[in-house]
T-cell receptor
Framework: GDSVTQMEGPVTLSEEAFLTINCTYT??????LFWYVQYPGEGLQLLLK?????DKGSNKGFEATYRKETTSFHLEKGSVQVSDSAVYFC????????????FGTGTSLTVIP | DGGITQSPKYLFRKEGQNVTLSCEQN?????MYWYRQDPGQGLRLIYY???????QKGDIAEGYSVSREKKESFPLTVTSAQKNPTAFYLC?????????????FGSGTQLSVL
Protein backbone atom coordinates (compact mmCIF):
# COMPACT_ATOMS: atom_id res chain seq x y z
CA GLY A 1 0.00 0.00 0.00
CA ASP A 2 0.85 3.67 -0.11
CA SER A 3 3.18 4.96 2.59
CA VAL A 4 5.65 7.65 3.54
CA THR A 5 8.96 7.19 5.33
CA GLN A 6 10.69 10.18 6.79
CA MET A 7 13.89 10.81 8.65
CA GLU A 8 13.65 10.23 12.36
CA GLY A 9 14.45 13.00 14.75
CA PRO A 10 14.87 14.85 16.83
CA VAL A 11 17.05 17.25 14.88
CA THR A 12 18.86 20.08 16.65
CA LEU A 13 20.55 22.83 14.65
CA SER A 14 22.15 26.15 15.35
CA GLU A 15 20.56 29.26 13.90
CA GLU A 16 21.53 29.87 10.25
CA ALA A 17 22.49 26.20 9.69
CA PHE A 18 21.36 24.25 6.61
CA LEU A 19 18.40 21.92 7.07
CA THR A 20 17.54 18.70 5.24
CA ILE A 21 14.76 16.35 6.31
CA ASN A 22 14.56 13.25 4.14
CA CYS A 23 11.28 11.82 2.90
CA THR A 24 10.66 8.89 0.58
CA TYR A 25 7.36 7.45 -0.52
CA THR A 26 5.74 4.31 -1.91
CA UNK A 27 2.67 4.74 -4.05
CA UNK A 28 0.84 3.30 -7.00
CA UNK A 29 -0.04 5.90 -9.58
CA UNK A 30 0.99 9.53 -9.29
CA UNK A 31 0.46 10.98 -5.84
CA UNK A 32 0.61 14.60 -4.76
CA LEU A 33 3.25 15.29 -2.10
CA PHE A 34 3.13 17.67 0.83
CA TRP A 35 5.09 18.98 3.78
CA TYR A 36 3.09 20.04 6.82
CA VAL A 37 4.36 21.82 9.94
CA GLN A 38 3.00 21.55 13.47
CA TYR A 39 3.76 24.01 16.25
CA PRO A 40 3.29 22.87 19.88
CA GLY A 41 -0.33 22.26 20.86
CA GLU A 42 -1.67 23.13 17.43
CA GLY A 43 -2.97 21.41 14.33
CA LEU A 44 -0.95 20.94 11.16
CA GLN A 45 -0.44 23.69 8.61
CA LEU A 46 0.47 23.18 4.99
CA LEU A 47 4.05 24.31 4.34
CA LEU A 48 4.43 23.40 0.66
CA LYS A 49 3.25 20.92 -1.94
CA UNK A 50 4.04 19.45 -5.36
CA UNK A 51 1.60 17.66 -7.61
CA UNK A 52 3.77 16.12 -10.33
CA UNK A 53 7.28 14.92 -11.03
CA UNK A 54 10.02 17.58 -11.05
CA ASP A 55 7.74 20.17 -9.47
CA LYS A 56 9.38 22.23 -6.73
CA GLY A 57 7.28 23.43 -3.83
CA SER A 58 8.53 26.42 -1.86
CA ASN A 59 7.37 28.61 1.00
CA LYS A 60 9.04 30.71 3.74
CA GLY A 61 12.51 29.72 2.52
CA PHE A 62 11.71 25.99 2.56
CA GLU A 63 11.91 23.96 -0.65
CA ALA A 64 11.22 20.39 -1.75
CA THR A 65 11.42 18.80 -5.21
CA TYR A 66 9.22 15.90 -6.34
CA ARG A 67 11.72 13.26 -7.55
CA LYS A 68 9.93 10.38 -9.22
CA GLU A 69 13.13 8.49 -10.08
CA THR A 70 14.15 8.30 -6.41
CA THR A 71 10.59 8.48 -4.98
CA SER A 72 11.70 11.30 -2.71
CA PHE A 73 10.51 14.71 -1.52
CA HIS A 74 13.25 15.98 0.78
CA LEU A 75 12.68 19.24 2.67
CA GLU A 76 15.49 21.83 2.66
CA LYS A 77 16.13 25.28 4.00
CA GLY A 78 19.36 27.18 3.58
CA SER A 79 19.36 29.09 6.87
CA VAL A 80 17.08 28.06 9.73
CA GLN A 81 15.74 30.40 12.38
CA VAL A 82 14.63 29.78 15.97
CA SER A 83 11.04 30.32 14.82
CA ASP A 84 11.36 27.24 12.54
CA SER A 85 11.39 24.98 15.60
CA ALA A 86 8.42 22.63 15.09
CA VAL A 87 7.51 19.13 13.96
CA TYR A 88 7.55 18.54 10.19
CA PHE A 89 5.42 15.90 8.46
CA CYS A 90 5.83 14.56 4.96
CA UNK A 91 2.58 13.35 3.37
CA UNK A 92 1.14 12.04 0.15
CA UNK A 93 -2.34 12.13 -1.31
CA UNK A 94 -3.26 9.23 -3.54
CA UNK A 95 -6.19 9.86 -5.85
CA UNK A 96 -6.64 6.18 -6.60
CA UNK A 97 -7.57 5.56 -2.95
CA UNK A 98 -10.26 8.22 -2.77
CA UNK A 99 -7.99 11.15 -1.93
CA UNK A 100 -6.65 9.52 1.20
CA UNK A 101 -3.68 11.17 2.84
CA UNK A 102 -0.77 9.20 4.27
CA PHE A 103 1.62 10.82 6.74
CA GLY A 104 5.14 10.12 7.86
CA THR A 105 5.91 9.87 11.56
CA GLY A 106 7.11 13.47 11.82
CA THR A 107 10.53 14.98 12.47
CA SER A 108 11.02 17.30 15.41
CA LEU A 109 13.31 20.26 14.71
CA THR A 110 14.80 22.48 17.41
CA VAL A 111 16.83 25.52 16.37
CA ILE A 112 19.05 27.02 19.05
CA PRO A 113 20.34 30.62 18.99
CA ASP B 1 -13.04 33.63 8.51
CA GLY B 2 -13.30 30.13 7.08
CA GLY B 3 -11.80 27.25 8.93
CA ILE B 4 -12.19 24.18 11.09
CA THR B 5 -13.17 24.41 14.73
CA GLN B 6 -12.52 21.60 17.17
CA SER B 7 -13.84 21.57 20.70
CA PRO B 8 -13.06 21.18 23.47
CA LYS B 9 -9.32 21.89 23.51
CA TYR B 10 -8.85 19.54 26.48
CA LEU B 11 -11.11 16.65 27.51
CA PHE B 12 -10.96 14.15 30.33
CA ARG B 13 -12.61 10.74 30.28
CA LYS B 14 -13.48 8.51 33.18
CA GLU B 15 -13.30 4.74 32.95
CA GLY B 16 -16.28 3.28 31.08
CA GLN B 17 -17.42 6.64 29.77
CA ASN B 18 -18.12 7.64 26.19
CA VAL B 19 -16.97 11.10 25.14
CA THR B 20 -17.65 13.07 21.96
CA LEU B 21 -15.23 15.41 20.22
CA SER B 22 -16.72 18.12 18.06
CA CYS B 23 -15.50 19.17 14.61
CA GLU B 24 -17.19 21.87 12.51
CA GLN B 25 -16.02 23.38 9.20
CA ASN B 26 -17.34 26.30 7.17
CA UNK B 27 -15.13 25.73 4.15
CA UNK B 28 -17.82 23.86 2.19
CA UNK B 29 -15.52 20.85 2.00
CA UNK B 30 -16.93 17.49 1.00
CA UNK B 31 -14.42 15.32 2.83
CA MET B 32 -13.71 15.24 6.54
CA TYR B 33 -11.23 13.14 8.50
CA TRP B 34 -10.29 12.19 12.04
CA TYR B 35 -6.68 11.43 12.95
CA ARG B 36 -5.11 10.28 16.16
CA GLN B 37 -1.63 11.53 17.03
CA ASP B 38 0.59 9.75 19.55
CA PRO B 39 4.16 10.80 20.32
CA GLY B 40 6.59 9.30 17.82
CA GLN B 41 3.86 7.67 15.73
CA GLY B 42 2.73 10.46 13.50
CA LEU B 43 -0.91 10.63 12.40
CA ARG B 44 -3.13 7.59 12.08
CA LEU B 45 -6.49 7.73 10.31
CA ILE B 46 -9.51 6.78 12.43
CA TYR B 47 -12.48 7.53 10.14
CA TYR B 48 -13.18 9.60 7.08
CA UNK B 49 -16.26 10.78 5.24
CA UNK B 50 -16.60 11.99 1.67
CA UNK B 51 -20.33 12.70 1.67
CA UNK B 52 -23.15 13.31 4.11
CA UNK B 53 -24.54 10.17 5.75
CA UNK B 54 -21.58 8.07 4.61
CA UNK B 55 -18.24 7.32 6.23
CA GLN B 56 -15.45 4.73 6.08
CA LYS B 57 -13.15 3.18 8.64
CA GLY B 58 -9.54 4.16 8.63
CA ASP B 59 -6.61 2.20 10.01
CA ILE B 60 -7.56 2.34 13.70
CA ALA B 61 -11.38 2.59 13.86
CA GLU B 62 -11.93 0.09 16.68
CA GLY B 63 -13.36 1.77 19.78
CA TYR B 64 -14.48 4.87 17.88
CA SER B 65 -17.67 5.93 16.12
CA VAL B 66 -18.64 8.88 13.91
CA SER B 67 -21.63 10.44 12.24
CA ARG B 68 -22.02 12.81 9.28
CA GLU B 69 -25.55 14.18 9.41
CA LYS B 70 -24.53 17.57 8.07
CA LYS B 71 -21.83 18.55 5.61
CA GLU B 72 -20.31 20.95 8.15
CA SER B 73 -20.08 18.57 11.09
CA PHE B 74 -18.20 15.32 11.77
CA PRO B 75 -18.25 14.45 15.49
CA LEU B 76 -16.10 11.63 16.86
CA THR B 77 -17.19 9.50 19.82
CA VAL B 78 -14.52 7.70 21.80
CA THR B 79 -16.32 4.75 23.33
CA SER B 80 -15.53 2.75 26.45
CA ALA B 81 -14.26 0.01 24.12
CA GLN B 82 -11.22 2.16 23.31
CA LYS B 83 -8.85 1.01 26.03
CA ASN B 84 -6.06 3.48 25.38
CA PRO B 85 -7.75 6.73 24.39
CA THR B 86 -5.14 9.19 25.65
CA ALA B 87 -3.92 11.04 22.56
CA PHE B 88 -4.14 14.24 20.57
CA TYR B 89 -7.06 14.11 18.11
CA LEU B 90 -7.03 16.11 14.90
CA CYS B 91 -9.92 16.79 12.57
CA UNK B 92 -9.29 17.78 8.97
CA UNK B 93 -11.22 18.53 5.79
CA UNK B 94 -10.60 18.89 2.08
CA UNK B 95 -12.26 19.25 -1.29
CA UNK B 96 -12.38 16.14 -3.44
CA UNK B 97 -11.27 15.36 -6.92
CA UNK B 98 -8.37 17.67 -7.73
CA UNK B 99 -4.72 16.69 -7.62
CA UNK B 100 -3.70 19.87 -5.86
CA UNK B 101 -6.04 19.52 -2.92
CA UNK B 102 -4.74 19.85 0.59
CA UNK B 103 -5.95 19.08 4.09
CA UNK B 104 -7.05 21.84 6.40
CA PHE B 105 -6.63 20.97 10.08
CA GLY B 106 -8.34 22.04 13.26
CA SER B 107 -6.30 22.95 16.33
CA GLY B 108 -6.85 19.58 17.97
CA THR B 109 -8.32 18.08 21.15
CA GLN B 110 -6.12 16.53 23.83
CA LEU B 111 -7.98 13.63 25.44
CA SER B 112 -6.77 12.20 28.72
CA VAL B 113 -8.06 9.43 30.97
CA LEU B 114 -8.75 10.21 34.64
Amino acid sequence: GDSVTQMEGPVTLSEEAFLTINCTYTATGYPSLFWYVQYPGEGLQLLLKATKADDKGSNKGFEATYRKETTSFHLEKGSVQVSDSAVYFCALMAQNTGNQFYFGTGTSLTVIP
Amino acid sequence: DGGITQSPKYLFRKEGQNVTLSCEQNLNHDAMYWYRQDPGQGLRLIYYSQIVNDFQKGDIAEGYSVSREKKESFPLTVTSAQKNPTAFYLCASSHLGATNEKLFFGSGTQLSVL
